[in-house]
């Protein structure tokens, strides 16, 4: 993004950027920094569990809680993964051996040749976060962690759901979610606090009044992403008709399209099974349960479970506001969400 006159600095609100301090989450900071407060001590973490809506702040805390530990242990060996790009248990391991132990890998390593690796070469005790981490495909990879002496994680999911339940029992009795963290959607002060410090970083001094950042807030329900986005939008827009302020009027605008970008971005990161049973509901809407999961059957070439859709892929679909689930004479009915918005942009373009 070029910076204009009333943008100054683009990067400032841009996804990956790390804000600091931590508006409003101090709490949830707390506990996820006493979790890894072992770590200080050269002992290992406890491993936690982030849960909640989307664009709520819990990667945004897990990798602040992080940054904290580094300033204290400066060395501390610690990796990022994404669970829903890197979701098997090989990729999971690959990206933890280039993160902690720098390791130079071929792309097919063993499973067994990757844990040796992090084993051998890990020094002193470190901590992972698995964002996404509903989206692994089987949880042995928690197993694998667990044996690796010194290592601990932070979870995050968009749901409570229970890790550890397709791992057998003597697995879980020693596996262990000390701390779990719920997240709840921001109140509309909170988001703005968020947007003005934003606003400070990002833009040109004076380019936005109070009123319209209060204004983005309550139009974006409690999501950070969606209402910073929306004012990075809302910059772009006032930039682009000569102004060094963004008036009121193009509030509502920029919401609308902010949303629409979140929303594909999402969509591209879809997996073939997400993408296919978006696909399918692009063509048909309101089917049940059963119709999406016999045309998505037709679709992918390798379908999961009918159990296994409802209980990731669909609430997957659902949390990313993607799909709608109408509730109908007790059963559930799938549409897509947003699709009448895009057409309207398609022709007004
Ligand atoms: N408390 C906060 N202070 C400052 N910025 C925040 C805060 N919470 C969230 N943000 C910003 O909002 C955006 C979304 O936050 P984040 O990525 O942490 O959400 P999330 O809960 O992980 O959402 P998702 O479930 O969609 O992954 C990021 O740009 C982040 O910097
Ligand atoms: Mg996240």
Not at 28 to 38: F, Y
Not at 177 to 186: E, G, K, L, S
Not at 203 to 223: F, K, M, Q, T
């Amino acid at each position: 993004m070029t910076d204009s006159d009333v943008i100054r600095d683009g990067r400032i609100f841009g996804d990956d950027h790390l804000p600091s301090p931590i508006v409003g989450r101090n709490s949830h900071m707390n506990e996820v920094t006493n979790a890894l407060a072992p770590i200080e001590d050269g002992l290992r973490a406890e491993n936690c569990f982030l849960f909640g809506p989307s664009g709520v702040g819990k990667t945004t805390v897990a990798r602040a809680a992080v940054r904290e530990l580094r300033q204290e242990v400066l060395e501390v060996p610690h990796a990022y993964v994404n669970c829903w790009r890197d979701y098997t248990r090989n990729a999971v391991l690959e990206q933890l051996a280039r993160d902690l132990v720098g390791a130079a890998l071929p792309r097919s390593s063993s499973t067994s040749r990757l844990i040796d690796l992090i084993t051998n070469n890990l020094r002193g005790p470190g901590v992972v976060i698995l964002d996404e981490v509903d989206q692994l495909r089987g949880t042995e990879v928690l197993y694998d962690l667990h044996d690796i002496h010194g290592l601990s994680w932070i979870g995050i999911a968009n749901r409570e759901v229970d890790l550890l339940a397709d791992l057998d029992d003597r697995i879980t009795s020693r596996i262990s979610v000390a701390y779990r963290v719920r997240f709840d959607t921001y109140g509309e002060d909170t988001i703005t606090k968020i947007l003005t410090r934003r606003a400070r970083g990002g833009l040109n001094p004076g380019a936005v009044n109070e009123d319209i950042l209060r204004r983005i807030a309550r139009l974006s329900e409690g999501d950070a992403r969606q209402a910073i986005t929306a004012l990075r939008v809302g910059a772009q827009m006032a930039s682009r008709e000569g102004l060094s302020t963004i008036p009121a009027r193009l509030v509502d605008d920029a919401v609308a399209d902010a949303e629409q970008e979140v929303r594909q971005k999402t969509i591209s990161k879809l997996n073939t099974h997400q993408r296919a049973l978006y696909e399918v509901l692009a063509e048909e809407d309101g089917l049940i349960q059963k119709e999406l999961y016999a045309r998505y059957q037709e679709t992918h070439d390798d379908p999961v479970t009918l159990r296994y859709l409802r209980e990731n892929h669909l609430p997957k679909l659902d949390h990313y506001n993607l799909v709608d689930v109408e509730q109908r004479g007790g059963t559930k009915r799938y549409s897509l969400v947003g699709v009448d918005s895009q057409d309207d942009t398609l022709s007004k373009s």
